[in-house]
């Protein structure tokens, strides 16, 4: 009974709405289809894709890796069984590229060591308190003096090189994490950004001589070893701190020195580091985006395409798993619920809706420039990319896009208003290279291509981010519902709509 009075009021919400919508709003499908659309994911489904994906079968979906590989196949056996067809210049679901891999293998180790002899301390340092090993390290062992050497950047254009009068040679480096310009002029990021890059942090600390290197980032990192000799840990400000007891340095007041002046500051700490990373390399790996298409029926506007993007990989097991289910099995669950509704409901589409599920997104957003540059059409072709990252928390919506691209964040907003009724902000800013540089549709947007950042806001506790506790316990079902609602409604208003076209730059 419950049920009948929820339907029955929601379709008198339908009755008393349609009224006041274009003629093209939802091409030609009727009211019995938009709810049946619109209801088209229960929680309970949700649920159970979350408790999948983070499942440790799939061992932390590592792109690179069986775990992934196994998620991925499980995605596309769903986008089949719902009757959606493969990308079909690919001629399958997946797009298969080159992707290299690191696994870690155990916790490794980290010490700092004083004197010598009947002297000699050490001091032990935990595994994930204090320190992460991370898959850009090599594997072996090395003990060594450290120095720290700010951000470790050489960078003679810019008049700023760390490693300038400072003998690394053997030795393990302290760096700080990206970059110290703290700007905004666009110029100047252009000339930083290349050096606030970990990879290159670690290929400038070899070049000088350095074996190893301890990175101010309590973070795990699952980007492939850079060089099979050379050893990296993410540590925590306490592990420095420590390293830099009675040197007279304070890290907090080191690091505002260098953004403020931004002139080196290096020095060497007079103190030695064990450290131990137990890691397997694999150049060889390969890994897939997952993707899938509703057919547009419109002989013309089913050469426009609509993406639904999400990253379907995380971290691993390093060596513990790390489920990722906020990051990112919730904007794959999304996906794959649009996915879902809008199959299931058999709504037609004048449009193409792509769902495309990335891989290696945390290893440097590969698997969208894969997609992009391998694109096979007119970039043009492409009306816009929805990207979904880490949306499973909170209690409202948030839609981000660029200038030329702000008359598609009204579709989200009118769509919200008719079907879901949550709290929603929306902005716009100039179009900038890399506006949210660190997910998929940034890749999309620096080629101009138009992107929305879709999301929810409002969560009441520390979202927990790149940590084996990022499991269904920081996850609200109900948003990703609702998410998937709104997402599936305004899919159908923008797929049959007589224009999508924006600005141009």
Known sequence: MKFRFSFLLVSFFFLATAQGQPADAYGDNGQETLLKALHGVSEAEITDWMH????????????????????AQ???????????????????????????????HDEGKLQLITGSGRQKQIKDFSFSTDYWPSGLSGSGEVEAEVVYVGYGISAPELGFDEYAGMDVRGKIVITEFRIP???TNADSLALWDPYAQTDYKIRNAMKHGAKGMLMTYMAANPRPTVEPEFLYLSVADPVVEAFLEGTGKDLKTLRESIKIELKPVSFNTGKQALMAVNADYHPEGTTRNVVAVIEGSD????????????????????????PGALDNASGSAIALGVAKSLAEASIELKRSLIILLFGAEEVGLVGSSW?????PYDREQIKFMVNLDMVGRGNAFFSATSEPWKELLPYFERNNDRWVHRPMMTRSGPWNHSFRPRTDG????????PAIHFGARGATTRTLYHVPEDDMRQIEVEIMRDVIKLLTMTMIDMGNTKSLDTQSF
């Open 299 to 322: 002989p013309v506007l089913k050469n426009e395409y609509m993406i639904i993007g999400a990253h379907l990989d995380h971290l691993g097991m390093m060596p513990v798993l790390f």
């Open 181 to 183: 310009y703290t700007g």
């Open 371 to 375: 997609f992009v540059e391998h694109w």
């Open 74 to 104: 499980w995605a596309a056996d769903l986008l089949n069984d719902w009757g959606l067809k493969p990308f079909a210049p690919l001629g399958g679901y997946f797009q298969e590229f080159p992707q290299p891999y690191t696994l870690i």
């Open 52 to 71: 999948t994906m983070i499942a440790p079968e799939m061992r932390g979906r590592l792109a690179g890796d069986k775990g992934y590989d196994l998620a």
């Open 442 to 449: 940034a890749v999309f947007s620096n080629e101009k291509i």
